[in-house]
């Protein structure tokens, strides 16, 4: 363990913010289980499964517990160890997480425990830049209708910007959306977690893992692919959260990635994130 995080701090807000949640969830999953474990309700294991995930559905359980997750690792040191893994990846190493179905992959096993370990943090990290910007635009009474994350090109970086509807008629006009074009974008001392600390989080791990690789013929593409991957599949949670929480007001905005000069990135996140038929996204999908 990384010295450093042999202890952390939280705040008394921050410590009761934890224990109220997690006694929500604990304490209504334990009354789910005896409800349905009453011979005398006569209810199947099967009757309890959906109760349980309709709970959990109906409550936001999951971006409740990512906002936590959030949290608590915003208060750690993510710096790299020698196994190229921070103490979080390396305490979710032996996690399982639910799939589909199993998959083979050609890389190391220790990259796809990193992966699986920070989608939730790049998750939260998307939401938070998504909600300042969204909330101080709000208060300018301005309708938000795209909200983009630009990358590199070796998909390491990214920073978050929006554009609204008001802002097409000067400061964005013409550039609907190219979102690289886009001003209205968030300074790192206005999110408490956000992209610029992922990327701080995901450059150690490259230079780490990836860079010392380079020196056997390493291709880099298999990495630069898992990468986008990861920012896709951490926009995609993130929207559904924020479409949970504020609604069709945000469901309707046309939320992508973009490389600039590289149109499929758009066209492709666009359509895996997004509800294709929605208005905003299809023009979008036109525009490219």
């Not at 220790?110 to 370990?117: E, I, V």
Request: net charge negative.
């Amino acid at each position: 363990m990384n010295p450093k995080n042999k202890e952390i701090k939280l705040t008394g807000t921050e410590a009761l913010k934890i224990i109220a949640s997690l006694d929500q969830f604990v304490r209504s999953l334990d009354k789910i289980r005896t409800y349905h474990s009453d011979p005398r309700k006569d209810k199947t294991q099967e009757e309890q499964h959906r109760a349980i995930a309709t709970y959990i559905s109906e409550q936001k359980v999951g971006a409740e517990l990512a906002l936590l997750q959030g949290l608590l690792s915003a208060k750690m040191d993510l710096s790299l160890g020698e196994d190229g893994l921070d103490d979080v990846a390396r305490a979710c190493q032996a996690n399982t997480y639910w799939s589909p179905k199993k998959q083979a992959t050609t890389q190391n096993p220790a990259f796809d425990a990193w992966y699986d370990a920070h989608l939730i943090d790049l998750k939260t990290a998307i939401i938070n830049e998504f909600e300042y910007l969204y909330h101080f635009l709000q208060k300018k009474k301005q309708q938000v209708y795209g909200f983009a994350l630009i990358l590199d090109s070796d998909c390491l970086t990214a920073y978050a910007a929006v554009s609204t509807q008001q802002s097409l008629k000067k400061l964005h006009k013409n550039c609907e959306w190219i979102a690289e074009e886009w001003c209205y974008v968030s300074d790192e001392e206005d999110v408490v977690y956000g992209l610029s600390n992922f990327a701080d989080t995901l450059i150690d791990f490259y230079d780490a893992q990836i860079v010392p690789l380079f020196q056997k013929g390493f291709d880099y593409e298999p990495i630069q692919q898992k990468n986008l991957a990861l920012f896709t599949e951490a926009m995609k949670e993130a929207k559904s959260a924020l479409v949970d929480k504020y609604g069709g007001e945000v469901e309707a905005m046309a939320f992508f990635l973009t490389i600039p000069g590289e149109p499929k990135v758009t066209h492709n996140s666009a359509l895996a994130i997004n509800n294709p038929n929605t208005k905003k996204v299809k023009e979008l999908l036109e525009f490219i």
